[in-house]
């Protein structure tokens, strides 16, 4: 490789770092795998954690939709028991 080619893909690795910073693409990514880090239990597919916090809509709190979601899910299952103890007691 000559050094005008070295040059030019420096110019171009360095320009792509720049986009990336500028758009919010490194601090994103750098909040993901921090979070990653701060898990007391490692996910079993790290790819699919990213991909699922990568793909949060933005201004999301994800951990409060866990928390609701786990509350709808226990109400679910309340609401399920009721269900069946009426169908017996008819």
């Known amino acids: 490789m000559t050094s005008f080619q070295n040059n030019n893909n420096n110019e171009k690795k360095e320009e ?14 750098t909040k993901v795998l921090v979070g990653l880090y701060e898990e007391p239990e490692r996910p079993p597919n790290a790819v699919d954690y990213i991909k699922r916090y990568i793909g949060a809509p933005q201004n999301v709190d994800v951990d409060s939709l866990k928390r609701e979601n786990e509350q709808l899910r226990a109400q679910l299952d309340k609401l399920s028991k009721q269900m069946e103890e009426f169908k017996r007691s008819k």
Do not use: N
Not at 16 to 29: H, N, S
């Open 16 to 29: 792509f770092r720049k986009y990336l910073e500028k758009t919010g693409v490194i601090d994103a990514l």
